[in-house]
């Protein structure tokens, strides 16, 4: 079936480092969906990527859907305190999401 | 607007009981996923349910089963609990089976003594 891979599973970052996790399947994706979880929270849709080679920004965040949409990836620009918290990749069509990265950043 | 709705928030019950969960979700939605998660992983994807039917389903045994009603609420239910069992067990919906922007609820947190 499906599998979903992120990485990396921690990155610990001094505030204003940037961050990038990677996730990448082993099937072509339809389209693929980005949640974040607080901790102690419950995940929370950040963004859908649809087409090949797709990128979309909101704000600090970058989101990249690769050419062969079998990967993808999520850069944090200058990171703040209030982006703690683990990022997942979800592939739509089989509901699998990966193992997540968690983000914790020292102020 | 009320968001997605489950309930009770936090169960304990002893191994070999049975537990039904419950989800109601976002006003205007109509599919109700299900997912499980162990304490440092990520969700893993139970079962979809749309109009009324399960749609798709993940790798969990058949200890795991569910309905959706005609109002589009949903219900988790596990039989002879084990203790690998325990988890947040996150109920999602969305407006369409084409897994767009997916909701979550709070969860419920699920010990098995």
């Known amino acids: 079936g499906q599998q979903v891979m992120q990485i990396p599973q921690y990155q610990h970052v001094q505030e204003g480092e940037d961050f990038t996790t990677y996730c990448n399947s082993s099937?072509?994706?339809?389209?693929i969906q980005w949640y974040k979880q607080r901790p102690g929270g419950h995940p929370v849709f950040l963004i859908q990527l649809v087409k090949s080679g797709e990128v979309k920004k909101q704000k600090r965040l970058t989101f990249q859907f690769g050419e062969a949409k079998k990967n993808s990836s999520l850069h944090i620009t200058a990171t703040q305190t209030t982006d703690v918290g683990t990022y997942f990749c979800?592939?739509?069509?089989?509901?699998?999401f990966g193992q997540g990265t968690r983000l914790t950043i020292n102020p | 607007d009320a968001g997605v709705t489950q309930s009770p928030t936090h169960l304990i019950k002893t191994r070999g009981q049975q537990v039904t969960l419950r989800c109601s979700p976002k006003s205007g939605h109509d599919t109700v996923s299900w997912y499980q998660q162990a304490l440092g992983q990520g969700p893993q994807f139970i079962f979809q349910?749309?109009?009324?039917?399960?749609?798709q389903r993940g790798n969990f045994p058949d200890r795991f089963s569910g309905h959706q009603f005609p109002n589009y609420s949903s219900e988790l239910n596990v039989n002879a609990l084990l203790l690998g069992d325990s988890a947040l067990y996150l109920c999602?919906?969305?407006?369409?089976?084409?897994?767009?922007?997916?909701?979550f609820g709070q969860g419920t947190r699920l010990t098995v003594v």
């Open positions: 099937t072509t994706l339809s389209n």
């Open positions: 999602a919906s969305s407006w369409d089976a084409l897994n767009t922007e997916a909701f």
């Open positions: 979800r592939g739509a069509q089989k509901l699998v």
């Open positions: 349910y749309y109009e009324e039917e399960e749609r």
